[in-house]
């Protein structure tokens, strides 16, 4: 009678737990005694369930729920950032953005640039046969300080929501 490694495993583990009938259980040992791969994971698993029964698994401790709990409403009354501080940051972010704005509009940024490769490689020319193509990039000055100052303009109201209105709010809800 031919079996399947998967009725195998099933009947092997019926063995271990002792739910086998005991007609079962004879065939069963009779196929074990003529079969030393089945006799060894037999005591493979025999091994297996005697060391995860000597295993004491860790628990945490009783207060462990409470405790991280505790830490995220902790974390979630407030901002790193008191009122007054984010408001000074603010306040900073907006000033440098007058600044550059008043820069941009005054022309100091109009004059468009380049960036140029250099085509003298100085001690590779030995090594190197072929002249290298000159290559240049132009930049525009007044396009890279305004995307700067959008950049700062976004960072400000994330500092508005997060270091300023969000608090304020919030504390004007519990309040009433």
Same mark, same amino acid.
């Given at each position: 009678m031919e079996r399947t490694s998967n009725d195998m495993n099933t009947k092997l583990f019926d063995y271990l737990d002792g739910t086998m009938s005991a007609d079962e259980r004879k065939e069963f040992e009779h196929i074990l005694s003529a079969s030393p791969a089945l006799q060894k994971q037999v005591d493979e698993q025999r091994l297996l369930e005697s060391s995860l029964r000597i295993l004491k698994l860790e628990e945490p401790?009783?207060?462990?729920? =409470?405790? @991280?709990?505790?830490?995220?409403? =902790?974390?979630?009354?407030?901002?790193?950032?008191?009122?007054?501080?984010?408001?000074?940051?603010? @306040?900073? @972010?907006?000033? @440098?953005?007058?600044?550059?704005?008043?820069?941009? =509009?005054a022309g100091v940024f109009?004059?468009?640039?380049?960036?140029?490769?250099?085509?003298?490689?100085?001690?590779?020319?030995?090594? $190197?046969?072929?002249?290298?193509?000159? $290559?240049?990039?132009? $930049?525009n000055g007044k396009l890279i300080v305004n995307g700067i100052i959008l950049l700062n303009l976004a960072i400000g109201f994330i500092i508005l929501d997060r270091a300023v209105l969000r608090p304020y709010f919030e504390r004007r809800m519990r309040h009433s």
């Amino acid at each position: 009678m031919e079996r399947t490694s998967n009725d195998m495993n099933t009947k092997l583990f019926d063995y271990l737990d002792g739910t086998m009938s005991a007609d079962e259980r004879k065939e069963f040992e009779h196929i074990l005694s003529a079969s030393p791969a089945l006799q060894k994971q037999v005591d493979e698993q025999r091994l297996l369930e005697s060391s995860l029964r000597i295993l004491k698994l860790e628990e945490p401790s009783p207060a462990f729920a =409470q405790n @991280v709990m505790s830490k995220i409403n =902790q974390s979630s009354q407030g901002s790193s950032l008191s009122i007054r501080n984010g408001i000074f940051l603010l @306040v900073g @972010v907006m000033v @440098v953005s007058l600044i550059a704005t008043l820069l941009v =509009q005054a022309g100091v940024f109009d004059a468009t640039g380049s960036l140029s490769a250099p085509t003298n490689m100085g001690g590779l020319s030995e090594y $190197i046969k072929q002249p290298l193509p000159s $290559i240049s990039i132009p $930049i525009n000055g007044k396009l890279i300080v305004n995307g700067i100052i959008l950049l700062n303009l976004a960072i400000g109201f994330i500092i508005l929501d997060r270091a300023v209105l969000r608090p304020y709010f919030e504390r004007r809800m519990r309040h009433s």
